[in-house]
């Protein structure tokens, strides 16, 4: 019996390892594309409210939380409406993205595009509910002034192309890891086993990998150290690692001792409640416990699909620095969206 638990443990820290392995390759790769395209948005998002929609949607389905830190940079210096804040909420779904990109690629995919669209559908309706109730965003929003995520440009390069790259323990450090990470993959001493693409996660493994040594060996020290050491690592990822361990352990316990999957099928209507409310919860962490339970085929799309909704992981705590009355009046808004989707969705069977 206590080697039997072992066992599962051990299978349950080497998933959650892995799962974040992938997780911060991407969060790395969006990161690096945002300071690539800094300062693009802000003239994009200029013109109709429609197009005010659709770029807060699709910033907010991006993966991560930069998407919505940039919805609440535009917000506050008044190039958003109300109603395109709220939509960019509905369509984030926080750093838990990069994870069910890792546990389910395809469903997530489908997900993503479906909360981009209602993120749209989500904006119009705040937009005609803010203009009925004369709901209008606070003023200290339009004076606010905030810096993008790199305010200097100049200090993004890829020195290996210009200059030699400055020696530092912590690049040479992440190099390393990554490197004995592509011999483990490559031996299949630790890792996915399978080459073929019907199970592509080990290419993926190797694939990404080997993009996060290139990205490490050549952005400049600013970057490294800002942007990957106390950002994506300080910020995120130790985070990710204990919430996913913690997520899976709680299903495998349920699983086998609570009779997990027997309450949540007999009280699917509840939990698809509970899983909105969860959302309220301005962090990313606890929507993973609704994505594990997904990924063990316990929970229908509906329900995972009305937590995503409603959650929008770390991207409201910048707004709430600025208004809190703003903030919980698009929490109020798109608790009410997601349980109303989320029950249109689970009538028709989903």
């Not at 996060?212 to 490294?224: C, D, G, M, P, R």
């Not at 910020?235 to 949540?264: D, P, R, S």
Request: charged fraction near 10%.
């Amino acid at each position: 019996m206590v080697k039997k638990t072992v066992f599962e443990i051990t299978q349950i820290i080497n998933r959650s390892i892995m799962i974040t392995i992938f997780v911060f390759v991407m969060m790395l790769l969006v990161d690096y594309f945002n300071v690539l395209t800094r300062g693009k948005m802000k003239n994009m998002v200029k013109g109709s409210r429609f197009k005010q929609y659709t770029i807060a949607s699709f910033l907010g389905a991006t993966p991560g939380c930069l998407g919505a830190f940039m919805n609440v940079s535009l917000y506050v210096h008044g190039l958003l409406t109300f109603g395109a804040i709220a939509g960019g909420m509905i369509a984030t779904s926080g750093d838990e993205s990069f994870v069910m990109l890792t546990m389910f690629p395809r469903e997530a995919l489908i997900l993503f595009i479906l909360l981009f669209i209602l993120g749209i559908i989500g904006a119009w309706f705040a937009d005609r509910i803010a203009n009925f109730f004369s709901i209008v965003p606070c003023k200290e929003c339009t004076l606010q002034k905030i810096h993008d995520l790199d305010d200097h440009q100049h200090h993004f390069q890829l020195p290996i192309l210009q200059k030699p790259v400055e020696f530092s323990l912590f690049r040479y450090g992440l190099i390393l890891i990554f490197v004995i990470l592509l011999g483990l993959n490559i031996l299949g001493i630790w890792g996915p086993q399978s080459w073929n693409w019907d199970e592509p996660e080990r290419i993926i493994l190797f694939s990404l990998s080997t993009i996060a040594v290139f990205i490490i060996a050549t952005v400049s020290k600013h970057y490294l150290y800002e942007h990957i050491g106390n950002h994506i690592i300080k910020k995120h990822i130790w985070k990710i690692f204990l919430w996913t361990f913690f997520a899976l352990l709680f299903v495998n316990i349920g699983l086998q001792h609570w009779n997990l999957e027997h309450f949540i099928k007999a009280n699917i209507g509840l939990v698809l409640i509970i899983s909105a409310l969860v959302g309220l919860i301005p962090e990313s962490g606890p929507h993973l416990i609704i994505v594990t339970l997904f990924a063990q085929g316990i929970v229908p799309f509906s329900v995972l699909l009305t937590s995503s909704i409603s959650q929008d992981g770390h991207g409201m705590l910048p707004l709430l620095s600025y208004t809190i009355r703003d903030s919980v009046l698009i929490k109020i808004f798109n608790l009410i969206f997601a349980i109303i989707i989320g029950l249109c969705f689970f009538a028709l069977g989903l």
